[in-house]
C-alpha cells in the first residue's frame, strides 16, 4: 500500500493562502479517491474535501469556494489550495488514500491568525 506525506502547512494570517501538498509512495492512478481531512484540537477528524480517480471533486459546505483540490497522477500527489483562509481553518491537515484500505498521512499543521 502506498505512504502519504503532506507538506505544505505553516502559519498564515487570516485572508492569506496556502497550498498543501500530499506525496504519495506509489501510484495513485487506480486509487478511487484521494481525501483531505483536517482535526482541530478536541475535535473530530472532518472531512474538508475529495477527488476521484476522474477529477471528479467534493468540499465541504464551509470550504466550498475557497479551497480547491487537485491531483497530479504523473507526480502522485494531490493538493489542497486553501484561500481566503480563517482563524476557524487552523487544524492539522491529513491526507487519505481511500482504496480497499484506507491510508492515512501524518499530517501538517495550519496556524491561521486574526
Known amino acids: 500500500q502506498v505512504q502519504l506525506v503532506e507538506s505544505g502547512g505553516g502559519l498564515v494570517q487570516a485572508g492569506g493562502s496556502l497550498r498543501l501538498s500530499c506525496v504519495a509512495s506509489?501510484?495513485?492512478?487506480?486509487?478511487?479517491?484521494m481525501e483531505w481531512y483536517r482535526q482541530a484540537p478536541g475535535e473530530q477528524r472532518d472531512l474538508v474535501a475529495r477527488i476521484s480517480s476522474s477529477g471528479s471533486a467534493n468540499y465541504a459546505d464551509s470550504m466550498k469556494g475557497r479551497f480547491t483540490i487537485s491531483r497530479d497522477n504523473a507526480k502522485n500527489t494531490v493538493y489542497l489550495q486553501m484561500n481566503s483562509l480563517k482563524p476557524e481553518d487552523t487544524a492539522v491537515y491529513y491526507c487519505?488514500?481511500?482504496?480497499?484500505?484506507?491510508?492515512w498521512g501524518q499530517g501538517t499543521q495550519v496556524t491561521v491568525s486574526s
Open positions: 487519505s488514500a481511500v482504496g480497499i484500505r484506507r491510508v
Open positions: 506509489g501510484s495513485i492512478f487506480n486509487i478511487p479517491f
